[in-house]
């Protein structure tokens, strides 16, 4: 066997066979064994396909944050325009609707008035001896207003008894509240 092998054969047995196929083609068509390309117009320039938007979405949006002498500000705006005129300020200042029936319901709450001592965020929270000396005081308030209660109807009852018997009580053995 040659050193080319198979390869070799098949390599110029599928030459032999491109120039038949392409005049048997050629005949076919009229053009005398001519090989004929079919005919494409011509392009312009090619333009770039767009590229696909970026499948990354933000880590967090950004929000308009307004300060309250500007949605002071918006508020005395829109209430001294007409009501076909308020759509043109919060179209001239890009404020939604939404936004300004918000800030009026903060106005009416005080909550725009700029020396508000409203803190943000959460609360602080109390560590764990301060809980548990409220728990204790709590639940001593609880058992004294019980005994305040029961003592309350036991001098009641030594009124309604000391009545019964005829026997006069002064101001100060009543505490003086009746």
């Given amino acids: 066997m040659p050193e080319g092998g198979k390869g070799e054969?098949?390599?110029s047995g599928v030459s032999n066979i491109k120039p038949t196929i392409h005049a048997t083609v050629g005949l076919?068509?009229?053009t005398g064994g001519e090989r004929s390309e079919p005919e494409v117009p011509e392009r312009g320039p090619t333009v770039a396909p767009p590229t696909p938007p970026d499948p990354e979405v933000?880590?967090?949006?950004?929000?308009k944050?307004?300060?309250?002498?500007f949605k002071l500000r918006v508020l005395e705006e829109t209430d001294a325009a007409d009501p076909r005129g308020i759509g043109a300020v919060l179209r001239r200042l890009g404020v939604y609707s939404s936004s300004?029936?918000?800030w009026r319901k903060q106005r009416d709450l005080g909550e725009l008035e700029p020396r508000s001592s409203q803190k943000r965020g959460p609360q602080p929270k109390m560590d764990d001896p301060t809980r548990r000396k409220i728990a204790s005081l709590e639940k001593e308030n609880c058992q004294l207003n019980r005994r305040l209660k029961r003592a309350e109807q036991i001098i009641d009852i030594q009124k309604k008894i000391s009545e019964?018997?005829?026997i006069p009580l002064s101001l100060s053995q009543t505490g003086g509240d009746d």
């Fill in 9 to 11: 054969n098949m390599k």
């Fill in 28 to 30: 076919l068509k009229g």
């Fill in 58 to 63: 933000p880590a967090h949006t950004n929000r």
């Fill in 65 to 69: 944050q307004f300060s309250k002498a």
């Fill in 100 to 102: 300004l029936s918000v």
């Fill in 164 to 166: 019964l018997m005829g």
